[in-house]
């Protein structure tokens, strides 16, 4: 049930965002874990201008504001999110090419951008296949795999920045690192994106496509909803999920979560699961890595909103 406040909020966003408000939005719809309480109000604006609108209208009332891309990397906490959630995917999606630069809303989803690059022959993004992110989610988390980052394709990034200045970055500007980039310190909302590929062959793209989804079907769990890997690689060892299986976690469960059998590093939500499932397992996962190996995992995931339930 949303609380009566939020009405006289969405009626006064409404005057001056002509979107459609949802109002106690359960963000389970807008994750890939399906996992998340209600988001006071969710929108997803269509421009630039509209994004700004919205800020600027958060920003009058004091309220917070949460971005969520495709909510593929996110555990938000079953007492939801508070204030205004900005969502990017299915909003700001254009994709446009002007020659070997590719255009892109911060909402157009990579499965989307692989599907073309498969048909045009876009080359360069073939390590992505199989990442359900969106542009803006992707650049902001440096997503990749061992081969290769979407930041080295990066040529400019629109945004927002938190005092509401719109801005362009170079690629030189911006910092990547692994699953990070300057971009997360500096906050503010990515709204576009430039990237760089390379002109190939259609059917050489498609099979390279092909090829990396055939792997990632045979090395993670795809029966059930997850957010991908839960925690970063620690340097110095093989992997989270070498670390995880060693400790004898894979195949634990708290409630719907399960630390997966095909790869330790996926939690699952085999049906019911709640973040605060989810939050109990990353715990100890932590503590028995910590006891048996002294290494502090990090988390790869961003943990958003009220986890108390
Ligand atoms: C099955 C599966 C496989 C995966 N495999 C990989 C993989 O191989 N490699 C990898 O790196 N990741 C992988 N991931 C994780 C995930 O796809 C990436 O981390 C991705 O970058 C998240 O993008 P998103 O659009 O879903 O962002 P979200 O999860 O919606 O958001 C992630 C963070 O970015 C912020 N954010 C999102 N969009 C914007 C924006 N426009 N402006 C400012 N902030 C923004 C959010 O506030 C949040 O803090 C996988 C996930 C799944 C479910």
New binding site residues.
């Given amino acids: 049930m949303a609380r009566p406040e939020l009405a006289g909020l969405e009626a006064d966003l409404a005057r001056c965002y002509k979107g459609k408000i949802g109002v106690g939005v359960p963000m389970a719809g807008y994750t ?1 874990w399906r996992i998340g309480g209600p988001a006071d109000l969710l929108v997803t604006p269509r421009s630039v201008a509209e994004v700004r609108t919205c800020l600027a209208w958060a920003g009058r009332h004091g309220l917070p504001v ?9 555990l938000v906490g079953d007492g939801g999110l508070r204030g205004l959630v900005l969502r ?2 299915h909003g700001l999606n254009q994709i446009e090419r002007q020659g070997s630069r590719l255009s892109l809303g ?1 909402g157009a989803l990579l499965p989307v951008l692989l599907r073309l690059a498969a048909r045009y022959g876009w080359t360069g993004l073939e390590f992505a296949a ?5 542009v ?3 650049v ?2 440096n ?3 061992g081969e290769g980052t979407i930041g080295a394709l990066v040529s400019r990034v629109g945004l927002i920045e938190p005092s509401g200045e719109y801005v362009e970055l170079e690629a030189k500007e911006i910092s990547f690192a692994y ?1 990070h980039s300057s971009l997360l310190d500096r906050g ?4 576009t994106v430039i990237l760089q590929v390379r002109e190939g062959d259609p059917a050489d793209v498609a099979r390279a496509i092909r090829e990396r989804m055939a792997a990632r079907r045979q090395k ?1 769990p795809h029966r059930w909803p ?4 839960v925690f970063k690689n620690p340097p110095g060892w093989p992997s989270a999920g070498w670390l995880i299986e060693r400790v004898g976690a894979k195949g634990l469960r708290r409630g719907g979560a399960l630390v997966a059998y095909e790869h330790a590093n996926f939690i699952v939500n085999t049906g019911g699961a709640t973040a605060r499932d989810v939050l109990w397992l990353v715990e100890e996962i932590r503590r028995r890595v910590r006891e048996s190996f002294g290494v502090e995992l990090e988390t790869e995931i ?1 943990i ?1 909103g009220d986890t108390r339930g």
């Avoid at 949460?66 to 996110?74: F, L, P």
């Avoid at 199989?130 to 969106?134: D, L």
């Avoid at 503010?188 to 709204?191: D, H, S």
């Avoid at 997850?226 to 890997?229: M, P, R, V």
Wanted: glycine share 22%.
């Fill in positions: 890939t949460w971005i969520i891309g495709n909510g593929s990397n996110v990017t995917a911060a199989g990442i359900p992110a969106t803006g989610g992707a902001l988390m997503a990749g795999t699953r503010g909302v990515i709204t993670q997850s957010a991908g890997s961003r958003l």
